[in-house]
């Protein structure tokens, strides 16, 4: 179907200025894209302004939606006494650092919020990043080097394999959640080179599935690597307190050599952070790159992150709400008859249709009755798993949830007639 647009449109293509003078690397597919998008009446899904907090509801052109693109898990985005912390850090700091904390950026609070990240994930230490994509990369091409080896899942973050491409090791993936493909992996590769990561999510963002992180523990130790685990969409939603994927799997958090996490979602602030031991942190310190060259958190960044990490401590019945809600649309989904591939329903939950363009057209249908969800087409998924994908709230009612799949039915229902 894609093909047939793609070969269809292409043919009357008019190309751009930039496009003319430079030619950009997949700039013309996804113009094509574009226009074949509009040619079928499906508007552009991606940059919708939401008007105010987006969270399980979001009003969009002014607008109410049930939304669903929202990583704020737990609904904490906008509590007051987040807020009333991230005031306080504006008063006594203002609202930057003004410099890389090696030279003259660091405060208190960067070492209080990096010792309450510590404490989340039972580590010795902890640094604090800008990003969460930034941490990733500047610390994988930090700690690995040409002759090195990185093994990572086939469904890892892209920034996970831009750290892995920028180190310069040898990298290799291996099919999604297969701890037997990974042991195949290393089982070639191993030998032929110095050290070797691990590379694994603890819970993945595109299908809601969570790996078997004891038998990857145990296949590190086999093969003498070192871990790295992206808590990115496990943080506040794995574990009975929300601590992840060790939490969730009773494991020893001491098992995984570097917990990654990000601040951006659970955690309602932004920047990314990397947890570990104290001779591993200490070191990203003086040579990370995306560290030792970069601002520092901001006050009022680092006090949302401290801040929230209260409150999910303080309001477990957060997680609760966000499991419950999460297995309730999972069900539902599945009872309604669609497809919901390899969801363990944590918080995230696709609905796979299978090609793009339905998932684009059922996207813009259910928009229009008033649910706001992303299609996640190709070429962010092949095209036989394109999707739509559900971020769970916390929030969301019981009513929400329901109407939401009986609107998708519905729609699913018109689309096919
Ligand atoms: N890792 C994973 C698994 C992610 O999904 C993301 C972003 N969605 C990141 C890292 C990057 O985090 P941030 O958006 O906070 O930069």
């Known amino acids: 179907e894609r093909a047939k647009l793609l070969a269809t449109l292409s043919g009357s293509k008019q190309p751009t200025q930039s496009a003319r003078s430079w030619s950009l690397p997949g700039a013309e ?11 079928l009446g499906i508007a552009d899904p991606f940059f919708r302004v939401h008007d105010a907090i987006a969270g399980a509801q979001s009003a969009i ?23 009333a912390r991230v005031a306080g850090a504006v008063e006594r700091y203002g609202t930057t650092v003004s410099a890389s904390r090696m030279v003259s950026g660091e405060r208190p609070i960067h070492r209080e919020l990096e010792g309450a990240l510590a404490e989340w994930h039972g580590a010795e230490d902890a640094v604090v990043m800008v990003s969460g994509h ?15 080896l990185i093994v990572h899942d086939s469904l890892a973050h892209n920034s996970l394999i831009q750290g892995a491409i920028l180190s310069g090791a040898r990298r290799v993936s291996f099919a999604h959640n ?29 299908d809601g599935d969570v790996p078997d992180l004891a038998a990857f523990i145990a296949l590190a130790r086999e093969f003498d690597c070192l ?31 570097l917990w990654m996490g990000t601040m951006s979602k659970s955690l309602v602030s932004c920047g990314g ?43 477990p019945w957060r997680l609760e709400r966000l499991a419950a809600n999460a297995t309730l649309l999972l069900t539902c989904l599945r009872e309604a008859g669609f497809d919901t591939g390899t969801s363990d329903g944590h918080g995230i939950v696709p609905l796979v249709t299978g090609s793009s363009l339905t998932a684009g057209r059922l996207a813009q249908a259910v928009f229009e009755r008033g649910i706001n969800v992303q299609p996640i087409i190709h070429p962010a998924v092949p095209e036989r798993a394109a999707r739509l994908r559900f971020f769970v709230s916390a929030s969301h009612t019981e009513a929400q949830l329901r109407d939401t799949v009986m609107i998708l039915r519905q729609e699913m229902d018109r689309l096919s007639a």
């Open 61 to 83: 052109a002014g607008r109410d939606y049930i939304n669903f693109s929202s990583y704020d898990y737990l609904g904490l985005n906008g509590r007051p006494e987040i807020a």
């Open 273 to 315: 952070y990397i947890a570990g031991s104290a001779d591993i942190i200490r070191y990203l310190k003086r040579a990370a790159p995306g560290f030792v060259y970069s601002v520092g958190v901001s006050p009022p960044t680092a006090a949302a992150a401290l801040g929230a990490l209260d409150l999910i401590r303080q309001e």
């Open 227 to 257: 871990t790295l685990v992206d808590e990115a969409h496990a943080t506040g939603v794995l574990g009975a307190t929300g601590r992840g994927i060790a939490e969730h799997a009773g494991i020893d958090p001491r098992d995984v050599d």
């Open 178 to 206: 297969a701890v037997d493909a990974a042991r195949e992996q290393l089982w070639m590769h191993r030998r032929a080179h110095k050290r070797a990561l691990l590379v694994l999510e603890g819970h993945y963002s595109m």
């Open 29 to 39: 597919e996804m113009d094509i894209m574009a226009r074949g998008a509009a040619a």
């Open 134 to 148: 930034a941490t990733n990369v500047t610390t994988i091409a930090q700690i690995m080097q040409p002759g090195d």
